[in-house]
């Protein structure tokens, strides 16, 4: 079901101003699709390889060496609240930067 | 599914939905009654009926009802996907996409709400959710053809430019080699120019061109085919190709200025700094003489050559241009000319040229070496022009002659009196400036152009009512100036919001910041039905390009104002709150019992009063809501249409940090930016985000006079810190101490004598001369006698002539009107402050701030001249009765009742 932001068709007084509110509804019309022929579909679908396996595995290698990082957790709080970041944010960046708050802040304040 | 339904209400269930498709909400509304009559408390219809009804405005009720029903079938995926799709209407957009992870969790192969999230994932820019997502329903739907192009737009957006390229070939694989059918022949088209710039943008530019070239005959749009075609010779190497190519784009369109930078390209002949060297020249204007015989209509192949030739040649060309301009009367010529102005030399080429020109009409009637003659109106022209030249080199009392020479000449021709104004606001008489643009208004009721020049110009000169008076003649009947706002009007907004600011009502100023703010929320919103209507219509590149374009909406100039302006309302409101309740009553309680009983009487009443007004203005509101259909339009009533409310706000810097984030991000490259955020910081008590404010005004120009203002403020007040006693204060002061070695302002220096370096450097300019004064007082406030003599012996020296654009003499009035404020105010010298004004007043004479001799503050003003001339032609108007206000909106057309041509 596709949403509409559109109310009620709304009271216009002008011919110009009827069109353009016509015009603008027309956007968030009910379409269907186009179909496509569905023998040579099943032929491109095989051809889309997943490539995606190999950037999963880099980036969970990636996490894997933050999480082992350790940090002082008033660093974290301290960081959020001065440069009034997420503390998402703050304790990534302190995680990157090995723990070193001065070094963290530093590269905050680029 | 929850409770399910028997035949007949099912089927009933289906209409609802339907109708809600289809935007026939009555008919939904009927159908979903019928079916709560029998079952009142079924989850489903509760939800669409609350979804039905949010579509016809009535949202509180909707979410009392989709509330309900979903409370009712916590286990249907439809009443989470009718929750989400509820807030999604009120852009609560990460709530709509919990709400629909949580109905995908209960049927994770709904295609309907998989769409539903795809689109707020576009919106949000959650890329890699979005090719996730699209990448599902394409292995749901593959026989869809948007499935496809929604993958591959989604890859192209997650930067895999060349993925997408893979899946728009395996898309053609799918396709009939007739493909397209007549009726799909311009989406196929767009598809072929999108993909073809998905491979330039890959770099595999010989492929692109291969592709282009054999798909010629499937893509309609001829002239983006030729574009991208020489784009991608140009980017080869082929030049001869392309010289050939722009050519014949040339031929399609001669005034397209990006043709003849590509062509100049194409034979070597185009730098992008303009640094031409003399044989360069040669060969460019041998270029543009060839090409002139080739495209005779053509402006801006004449118009070109005056931005690279020099000295003489310049001259004779600039010559050439300019006389068939003076004679047809075109008023542009001055903005056509006026980037010439910032190339050295040029200026005072025009300046001779220009008057050597109107020296020969004024005697023959002719152009300097010319035998025909000019009709009278080129002598009007060639003072028009001059004029402006005057305005533009900071002459306003040249200039001024000239445009009142030119009045007198011909006093009907309206853009004299535009130009006029212009002067006059130059040259610092804003009352003056809004009273000429009100003549200039006055001769063209039916032209909004002059209408709104005239408003901009009352609302710099502070006259918010007359202005909104003058704008309301052009905005829709009943609505007054609220439709300004309606349409989007952001010039009338920020021009009387900061026409407010200036006259201390911070309520009305921050309510139009905001409103501009608002603005540029709705734009962001506006973007939203377009993700599915782009992919339909398959017109990707430019539905790419406005996602671009959106990425970068808040780095809008305007959005900058109004959320620079808004950030200095807040910060105004912070060091001056409004006396609260309290404060007020303890006033009160000092009073003598009688006299309390007077002030509650008076209070009482005013509030009536208050309350009176508000009543009307609803009625007023609502009648004008009836419309001549006799169904009731009712528009929401403003609830805070002063800004009251905003001014009690319980955290002005936190207000004002929501837009200083917007302008970081959209805005870094803006001094403004980091001043405001090195005073907002500075306020809230955050060091070291001050310190980043710093370190980026020296990015950007360490010179400024406000970064050094910034940079010595900080570490004077750093300072004088006391010593770190928390592990907060501790880090904060380890950061310091790692930063500070890498200003190179303060190596091996005290702030005294980093002050007094900038000032070694900078010792014959004014601004920096006032900084180094300011942070002299700041640092030693002993010394503020010292400060104040060294501004007040400052010189205004007379600039050399055959530089590029520059007043005659240095100093500009925007620069003494900063520095006698700053006497006024950070260094508290009234006296001196009032020296420098009388000063003042002989460098800019038609200054109202410094009163000059010729300003509406003074009887001999141009403003005054015109009040009198106004009461010379009515002598039945009183003398007194004469001032600004009593303009009428429908003109002094009487002054011109006895003019004869």
């Known amino acids: ?110 | 599914m929850g409770a399910s339904l028997p035949s007949k209400e099912a089927n009933l269930f289906k209409l609802i939905v339907k109708s809600y498709e289809t935007k026939q909400y009555k008919k939904g509304l009927k159908a979903a009654d019928a079916i709560l009559k029998k079952f009142p408390d079924h989850g489903e219809t509760l939800s669409m009926k609350g979804l039905t009804l949010n579509c016809m405005d009535r949202k509180s009720e909707a979410y009392e009802l989709v509330r309900q029903g979903l409370k009712n079938d916590l286990k249907s995926h439809v009443c989470w996907h009718v929750y989400g799709l509820l807030y999604r209407s009120d852009r609560e957009y990460r709530e709509a996409i919990k709400c629909y992870r949580n109905a995908l969790r209960i049927d994770p192969d709904n295609i309907e709400i998989l769409r539903d999230l795809s689109l707020l994932q576009a919106q949000m820019r959650d890329l890699s959710g979005f090719v996730e997502t699209r990448q599902q329903l394409l292995t749901l739907k593959p026989n869809h053809r948007m499935n496809w192009i929604g993958f591959s737009v989604a890859h192209h957006l997650n930067s895999n430019a060349s993925k997408a390229v893979e899946i728009l070939e395996a898309y053609e694989g799918t396709l009939e080699e007739d493909h397209p059918p007549e009726n799909e022949r311009c989406e196929h088209g767009e598809m072929l120019l999108y993909k073809i710039s998905l491979l330039e943008e890959c770099g595999f530019l010989e492929r692109a061109l291969e592709e282009l070239h054999k798909k010629e005959s499937k893509i309609v749009d001829k002239l983006v085919y030729k574009e991208q075609e020489v784009s991608l010779l140009v980017k080869l190497g082929h030049l001869e190709e392309g010289e050939a190519l722009y050519q014949a784009l040339l031929s399609m369109n001669p005034d397209n200025y990006r043709y003849y930078e590509g062509l100049q390209k194409c034979v070597g002949l185009y730098l992008e700094d303009g640094q031409y060297s003399p044989d360069q020249i040669d060969r460019l204007d041998s270029l543009y003489k060839t090409l002139v015989q080739q495209y005779k209509w053509s402006s801006a192949v004449k118009r070109i050559p005056l931005d690279f030739l020099q000295g003489d040649k310049f001259r004779e060309a600039a010559d050439n241009y300019i006389r068939p301009l003076l004679t047809k009367g075109v008023p542009s010529l001055f903005s056509d000319l006026s980037s010439l102005y910032n190339h050295p030399g040029k200026a005072d080429i025009l300046e001779q040229l220009i008057l050597e020109l109107e020296r020969s009409i004024r005697m023959s009637g002719q152009y300097p070496g010319r035998m025909d003659k000019e009709p009278p109106s080129t002598l009007m022209w060639t003072l028009f022009l001059l004029a402006q030249h005057y305005d533009r080199r900071g002459q306003y009392e040249v200039a001024l002659s000239k445009i009142d020479e030119a009045i007198e000449h011909t006093p009907t021709v309206i853009d004299l009196y535009s130009v006029k104004s212009r002067i006059l606001k130059h040259a610092g008489d804003l009352v003056a400036a809004a009273a000429f643009a009100d003549e200039a208004r006055c001769m063209d009721l039916a032209d909004r152009y002059v209408n709104s020049e005239c408003v901009k110009r009352m609302l710099q000169a502070d006259q918010v009512a007359l202005a909104e008076k003058t704008a309301v003649l052009f905005t829709k009947d009943g609505d007054q100036h609220n439709n300004l706002h309606d349409m989007q009007c952001m010039w009338y907004e920020l021009a009387s919001g900061e026409s407010y600011f200036r006259q201390g009502d911070l309520g009305r100023a921050l309510k139009k910041f905001l409103a501009v703010e608002k603005h540029y929320a709705d734009i962001t919103e506006d973007q939203f039905d377009f993700h599915s209507y782009c992919l339909r219509k398959m017109t990707l590149c430019t539905y790419v390009e406005m996602l671009k374009f959106q990425d970068q909406l808040h780095s809008h100039a305007y959005f900058h104002k109004a959320a620079a302006g808004a950030i200095r309302g807040y910060i105004k409101l912070h060091d001056s709150p409004p006396k609260s309740t309290a404060e007020e009553d303890d006033n009160m309680s000092k009073l003598l019992p009688s006299q309390k009983k007077k002030m509650r009487q008076k209070q009482r009443k005013a509030e009536a009063r208050a309350k009176k007004e508000a009543e009307e203005k609803n009625e007023e509101s609502s009648a004008s809501g009836v419309s001549k259909s006799g169904k009731r339009h009712i528009k929401p009533v403003d609830p805070d249409p002063n800004g009251e409310k905003l001014l009690q706000v319980e955290d002005p810097l936190s207000e004002a940090t929501k837009y200083l984030k917007l302008l970081q991000k959209n805005s870094p490259d803006s001094l403004e930016t980091h001043l405001l955020s090195f005073e907002l910081y500075t306020r809230k008590q955050k060091i070291l985000l001050a310190l980043q404010a710093v370190k980026q005004l020296l990015r950007l120009d360490a010179e400024h006079p406000d970064s050094h203002r910034c940079l010595i403020k900080f570490f004077h007040k750093v300072g004088s810190m006391n010593a770190s006693v928390t592990d907060s204060e501790k880090l904060i002061w380890s950061v310091l101490e790692a930063e500070r070695p890498t200003i190179s302002q303060l190596h091996e220096k005290s702030l005294f004598e980093a002050n007094n370096s900038f000032l070694e450097k900078h010792k014959d300019s004014l601004m920096h001369r006032a900084a180094f004064a300011e942070i002299l007082h700041i640092l030693d406030s002993n010394r503020k006698s010292e400060a104040v003599k060294f501004i007040e012996e400052s010189t205004n020296n007379i600039v050399p002539r055959n530089g590029a654009l520059g007043p005659i003499r240095e100093w500009n009035l925007k620069d003494c009107i900063a520095v006698h404020k700053l006497l006024g105010t950070v260094l508290a010298d009234q006296d001196a402050a009032l020296r420098w004004k009388v000063r003042c007043a002989e460098y800019f004479p038609y200054s109202t701030y410094f009163e000059g001799c010729h300003s509406s503050a003074s009887p001999n003003s141009a403003f005054n001249q015109l009040r009198k001339n106004s009461e010379n032609e009515s002598p039945n108007h009183s003398v007194g009765g004469q001032n600004v206000g009593s303009i009428t909106s429908n003109g002094k057309l009487e002054a011109f009742k006895d003019l004869t041509i």
């Open chain 1, 1 to 110: 079901m596709e949403g509409s932001d559109e109310g009620v068709e709304r009271v216009v007084d002008s011919k110009d101003l009827q069109q353009q509110s016509k015009a603008f509804d027309k956007l968030t019309d009910r379409v269907e699709d186009r179909q496509l022929d569905s023998s040579r579909v099943q032929e491109a679908m095989a051809s889309i390889a997943a490539s995606s396996e190999a950037d999963w595995q880099a980036m969970r290698k990636r996490e894997k060496e933050l999480a082992a990082v350790k940090i002082n957790a008033a660093d974290v709080d301290i960081i959020a609240n001065e440069l009034e970041l997420d503390k998402k944010v703050a304790e990534r960046t302190l995680r990157e930067h090995k723990g070193d708050a001065v070094a963290a802040i530093r590269h905050l304040l680029r």
